[in-house]
């Protein structure tokens, strides 16, 4: 049995599936299906500071593979959540990952103040795959500048222990530019990768579905798109650790991933259509590590970046610990 | 009770006008069923491009037929989805969500009871009926569609309730007209003292409506488009007025689909209403 012990930089999880922000509320519904706990972590659905009603409905438009969702971050706040959602996680035994999100970048920074140092807290995701007011509803994490500025200040703030991740978005030229800006302004890793903006037109109506007209398309669709992302980062920035996600619906899904070089996946659409998905995605990735050969998770991790001449060595390593 | 995900084995397929009725062994999901729950379908397969499930209001649950239990859902063909689903057979198995949601609350003593179902919308509220004359409360149901052949449940609801009302838009079975044309009636015939509602939007306002008017209340179950069912997704929101006054987003899928009429803010639904708890944080997003 392969050692599934995921390691985010310096954030250790027993394993690496993880929900995606946004696809598992606050662990409660689906803690129904399965223990929490069992996840490597859950990462939280993105909280603000002041409680948010989100966009008028319909939310939602299932498209081929996938779906469309402009929910507009509804929540209701980071004094609630950490009084209710948090202790409640914290209750259950689950490590939490908390995803945190603005409109201004001292929003991101007085949310990473008000988490430092609360036990239940095992690092922060932070969603700059948000518009910034004061740019014009720009999404930071479409500017290496503005990515830079919101990392740089939650770094100075976040509780040390609590490492941070940059979420971004895969709809930029270059994903390796905005996810240098981060690692240089001292993010831990990196969450690649969000949503990705589309539209759905009903053709009865002739107007957009969606009331916010455009939303973040998300599930199987994406993958592709996600694991390029992942590939490209990893292959710039070899030393920076990724959770990988979007698309994931089955161990081969997150086995791409970590192959690409994603320490952990989140998975999240799937969670809609099988709340019982992550721990069936769990299971899966461990066949197909061992069914590889990896000893752990942490062997296969990139390793679809080796060439030949690499893989010789390593295996021959291997040999060699095993006469040993 | 918590909900469970089954993979139940369809025990039979029926074709009813324009609705098909299907009958499968999911023996958790029916342990926990009260009127008013609904479960989740996946479509397509395994490998399906359809990622999302299908909610349907239960119909029936059986649990006391020597065999393991039996769930009742009513499916109507409106897209891939639901077209997957109406091509299964029995023998096959489909992979269930449920019991999801909040059911009807029920009156503490016997109540007299108007049920008004729209189209398969009659669906819940034949095991409600069944349930709420068990407990004594007189039943009379008024059922409404655009045609006769949208009509569903009139030979069931006249087996339980005997007093059985029906309405059609284009006059093609029953009264020409609306449900609502007839629901002031009914209530003053029995003297209910409570209206419970499935069917669309309008009607469920329209019903809301008449209860004020008679000042009784109305519960209504929603049929809100969902992606999840169990109340991670925040697709099916409603504007919905709580007990403190203040008017919120909340989930048809979990918070729902049974709702009071009167807390429903039906002519907002579509829009943000500025006085929603954080409606303030959205400008601009």
């Keep these: 049995m392969a050692d599934m012990t995921a390691r985010l930089g310096k954030l250790e999880l027993p394993n690496p599936i993880l929900t995606a922000s946004g696809c598992a509320g606050y662990g409660r519904e689906l803690h129904q299906f399965f223990p929490v706990s069992e996840l490597g972590a859950v990462v939280t659905k993105s909280i603000q500071v002041r409680p948010r009603s989100g966009r008028p409905t319909p939310r939602m438009a299932e498209t081929p593979s996938g779906m469309l969702n402009s929910i507009g971050l509804q929540g209701p706040g980071i004094d609630s959540f950490i009084k209710h959602d948090l202790s409640w996680l914290q209750s259950v035994g689950a490590r939490t990952i908390v995803s945190i999100a603005g409109g201004r970048t001292e929003e991101f920074a007085e949310l990473a103040r008000r988490l430092a140092g609360h036990p239940a807290v095992a690092a922060l995701e932070v969603n700059i795959s948000c518009p910034n007011v004061e740019s014009r509803g720009q999404v930071f994490a479409c500017d290496p500048v503005a990515s830079s500025r919101v990392i740089t200040a939650v770094r100075q703030v976040a509780d040390p222990n609590q490492p941070i991740l940059a979420k971004l978005t895969p709809d930029v030229t270059d994903i390796v530019q905005i996810a240098r800006a981060c690692n240089e302004s001292g993010a831990d890793g990196l969450s690649l990768i969000n949503t990705t903006l589309g539209m759905v037109i009903d053709t009865d109506m002739m107007k957009p579905v969606l009331g916010g007209i455009t939303g973040g398309l998300s599930g199987p669709a994406i993958r592709p798109i996600a694991v390029r992302c992942v590939w490209q980062v990893r292959n710039a920035l070899p030393h920076m650790p990724i959770l990988g996600m979007g698309g994931i619906r089955s161990g081969d899904d997150a086995l791409q991933f970590v192959l690409a070089g994603a320490s952990a996946v989140s998975v999240g659409t799937a969670v809609f259509g099988d709340p019982n998905a992550p721990m069936r995605i769990k299971a899966e990735l461990e066949q197909a590590l061992d069914a590889r050969g990896f000893d752990s998770l942490a062997d296969a991790v990139g390793y679809a970046h080796l060439d030949q001449f690499q893989r010789d060595a390593r295996a021959a390593i291997k040999t060699k610990e095993t006469v040993a | ?285």
Excluded at chain 2, 40 to 66: D, H, K, Y
Excluded at chain 2, 119 to 137: C, I
Excluded at chain 2, 223 to 231: D, P, Q, R, V
């Design chain 2, 1 to 285: 009770m918590s909900p469970v995900q089954e993979s139940a084995e369809i025990f039979s397929v029926k074709k009813v006008g324009a609705y098909t009725e299907f009958t499968v062994v999911a023996p958790g999901i029916a342990a926990g069923f009260k009127p008013g729950h609904f479960v989740a379908a996946a479509v397509g397969g395994e490998n399906s491009g359809m990622i999302l499930r299908r909610a349907f209001a239960i119909a029936a649950a059986n649990t006391t037929a020597g065999f393991a239990g039996t769930i009742q859902f009513i499916v109507a063909e409106h897209g891939p989805g639901t077209r997957w689903i109406v091509q299964r057979r029995a023998g096959e198995k489909l992979d269930l969500a449920g019991p999801l949601g909040t059911p009807f609350p029920l009156p503490a003593e016997p109540k007299p009871a108007v049920l008004v179902g729209g189209g398969y919308g009659v669906a819940p509220l034949l095991p409600l009926a069944a349930q709420l004359q068990a407990a004594g409360s007189p039943v009379e149901i008024i059922l409404g569609a655009a045609t006769g052949e949208r009509l569903f449940g009139e030979l069931a609801a006249k087996r339980l309730v005997g007093q059985v009302t029906v309405t059609t838009d284009d006059g093609t079975a029953g009264t020409k007209g609306r449900v609502t044309d007839e629901l002031a009636a009914a209530i003053e015939r029995i003297g209910a003292e409570v209206i419970y509602a499935c069917g669309p939007m309008g009607m469920l306002k329209a019903v809301g409506d008449v209860a004020r008017a008679h000042k009784i209340r109305a519960q209504v179950s929603v049929e809100e488009a969902m992606a999840c069912g169990i109340g991670v997704c925040m697709t099916c929101v409603l504007p919905v007025r709580g007990e403190d006054g203040r008017s919120r987003f909340v989930r048809s899928c979990v918070d729902g689909p049974c709702f009071e009429a009167e807390t429903v803010r039906w002519d907002d639904v579509g829009t943000l209403p500025p006085d929603l708890v954080g409606a303030d944080a959205m400008a601009g997003h």
